[in-house]
């Protein structure tokens, strides 16, 4: 898939693209430094940030195939035929949430904003998961301090759903906005109905937590951290899902353990009439 990416010559001499390969994914699935995997391949560090690069960019060059919202009405269909399966939770077209990746301190004014609330520097990555725990999008650029809820607000997936590109909806936590195209819990439930709709949407929604989970599993730089520059750093994450993609794809299925990043409950996500009047309707039509 990568190779004809890969075939030019590195530092030291020409390295065989399947080394490049091996090695770049043995740092981020093991977590390691490149100083001790360099020595394990035979490289030198500089030569192994070189490759890390070289393998992240050119498995980049294949995001679109990998990391996809569902088009058509028959992949649409799909999708949303997985999450009914789970629980039997109407048109949901994919699960939505937020992830931490931890990073070296940003130095600098801009340095505070990348502390999140746990009091470490991160990238707060925001994923969507299907049902089979693929990642479907994925943005990985803001700061730690950034809330949830401003990140969906200002990517492009926001516009495609206010566009009616989709017919089915995303299910995020209380952290969210509730509207018509995205639904959060009822944060007091007052009736049975409104308790089977939080109880149904705790399971269906789990799928984006349990994908982050596995995530971090196969690739345990995303668990411990990166030591890389900013820029680079960022490039990984996205490579990385792209990668996690094609092992489930292939069903290279490994232990799940659930990601722990819960956001502080707010009353402010729901707080939009629209939203809460489409799923106060949804919960009487199906609950």
Request: hydrophobic fraction near 40%.
């Amino acid at each position: 898939m990568v190779k004809n990416h890969l075939a030019g010559d590195s530092r030291g001499g020409f390295i065989p693209p399947h080394l490049k390969v091996l090695a770049a994914i043995r740092i981020w699935a093991r977590g390691e430094i490149q100083d001790d995997a360099g020595d394990l391949s035979g490289m030198s560090q500089s030569t192994m940030s070189l490759v890390c690069k070289q393998v992240a960019l050119a498995i980049l060059a294949q995001r679109t195939q990998w990391i996809k919202m569902p088009q058509t009405d028959a992949e649409q269909n799909k999708v949303i035929a997985g999450f009914y399966s789970l629980c039997a939770f109407r048109q949901v077209i994919g699960a939505i949430d937020c992830t931490h990746i931890r990073i070296p301190k940003v130095g600098g004014e801009v340095g505070q904003y990348y502390i999140n609330r746990k009091g470490y520097s991160s990238i707060n990555v925001q994923v969507v998961s299907n049902a089979n725990l693929e990642i479907m999008d994925i943005v990985a650029h803001w700061r730690g301090s950034t809330h949830d809820s401003r990140i969906f607000n200002e990517c492009r997936l926001k516009q495609r759903f206010e566009q009616a590109e989709f017919k089915g909806r995303l299910l995020g936590d209380s952290g969210y906005a509730c509207t018509p195209y995205l639904f959060t819990p009822v944060l007091h439930p007052t009736t049975e109905k409104e308790e089977l709709y939080n109880r149904a949407h705790i399971r269906t929604r789990n799928v984006v937590e349990r994908c982050f989970g596995l995530w971090k599993q196969r690739f345990r730089c995303l668990l411990r951290g990166f030591t890389t520059k900013l820029d680079n750093t960022k490039m990984y994450i996205v490579a990385l899902a792209v990668l996690h993609n094609i092992a489930m794809h292939r069903q290279d299925i490994i232990e799940v353990v659930e990601d722990d990043d819960t956001v502080p409950v707010t009353q402010a996500g729901n707080n939009l009439l629209r939203g809460n009047s489409a799923r106060t309707a949804f919960i009487i039509e199906n609950f």
